[in-house]
Nanobody, 122 residues
Framework: QVQLVESGGGLVQAGGSLRLSCAAT????????MGWYRQAPGKQRELVAF???????KHADSVKGRFTISRDNAKNTVALQMNSLRPEDTAVYYC????????????????WGQGTQVTVSS
């Protein structure tokens, strides 16, 4: 069974930094893309950033220049370095993966982490 394990959330002051990490575990043949979404209270879940197996990156306009997504293919992990945090960044952050399980089905599947809370105080 494939699982996404997240870590790194917490409470920081405005202007501070956090680094989120997500590891995909289990029997995985390949990972097409991994990324991060976030959802604040009363708001829709939104894409923060993602990175493909080829290294292409996309960051939401609201975080460009402040957040950086990266990957470690050998460990099947993705990280999100968050700098210059603002109170409006407060949300539950969810790891997302588009991958091919090693189950001989040849079917790509989408997986979600359980979410990690990021709170930025003013």
């Amino acid at each position: 069974q494939v699982q996404l394990v997240e870590s790194g959330g917490g409470l920081v002051q405005a202007g501070g930094s956090l680094r989120l990490s997500c590891a995909a575990t289990g029997s995985i043949f390949s990972i097409n893309a991994m990324g991060w979404y976030r959802q604040a209270p009363g708001k829709q879940r939104e894409l923060v950033a993602f990175i493909t197996n080829g290294g292409s990156k996309k960051h939401a306009d609201s975080v460009k220049g402040r957040f950086t997504i990266s990957r470690d293919n050998a460990k099947n992990t993705v990280a999100l370095q968050m700098n210059s945090l603002r109170p409006e960044d407060t949300a539950v952050y969810y790891c997302n993966a588009d991958l091919l399980p090693n189950d001989d089905s040849d079917q790509e599947e989408i997986y979600w982490g359980q979410g990690t809370q990021v709170t930025v105080s003013s």
